[in-house]
């Protein structure tokens, strides 16, 4: 009878075990969707971990810093002028433009690309006086266009022309004069008529010359100025992301 007891215990028991798992129920939808709910929750907190640790890297990265370029006083600056300028009808101050004929560059940095547009004003504008003193032009830089667009104010050293002299055409209207006075004076009077004729002619001759202005100095259009900065040209590199 004992020993029959023994045996009966563990079949009892496994028929117990069965029985439970019988009995277990799978999960329903409600808790399907939570626990879907719960790992989506778990996904989305990890993102946001690896979010702000790869952000605290990259703030902890030394941020890029522009550079600096500069162009140093002396250096050429070529440029075409677009139209003519004048003595005859320009005046200190009055502004010109023209195209940057060579690029600026420094150290492969192009400040001011070829083609850029250039401005500048006359410094010196000095019709000349008649017969003593040629008319004199000079211009200076006071601006260019920047590789990015941007304006840079510049100073340039002054670039200036002189009228020709008229020394030969004065003395032909004065020899003209008097060739005419001598011809008229030689008419109505002979030799003595011809010299007092002479006198006369180169009289009125001179009198042409001092009337009459030089001629104009002028800086005509696609004229080639080559102009040397007459201070520093300094620009900073501007850095993608930075405006």
Known sequence: MTRMKC???PVALALLIGAAGCSTKPPSAEQQVAEAQKQLDEAKKNLKAAEEKRAQGADAEPAAQPREFS????APVK???ISSISTKAARVGDKFEATLAQPLEVDGYVIAAKGAAVRGEVTECDPGGRVKGLASLAVALTSIEGSHGQTLAIRT???GTTAKSTK???AAKIGIG???GAAIGAIAG???GAAIGAAAGGGAGTGLV???KGDAAVLPSESLLTFKLAEPLTVTEKVAGKR
Not at 71 to 74: D, F, N, P, V
């Open 190 to 192: 002979g030799g003595k």
């Open 7 to 9: 045996f009966a215990w």
């Open 168 to 170: 030969k055409k004065d």
């Open 79 to 81: 440029v075409r002028t």
């Open 210 to 212: 001092l009337a009459t």
């Open 71 to 74: 162009l140093a006083a002396g």
């Open 178 to 180: 008097a060739g005419i």
């Open 157 to 159: 050293q002054p670039v």
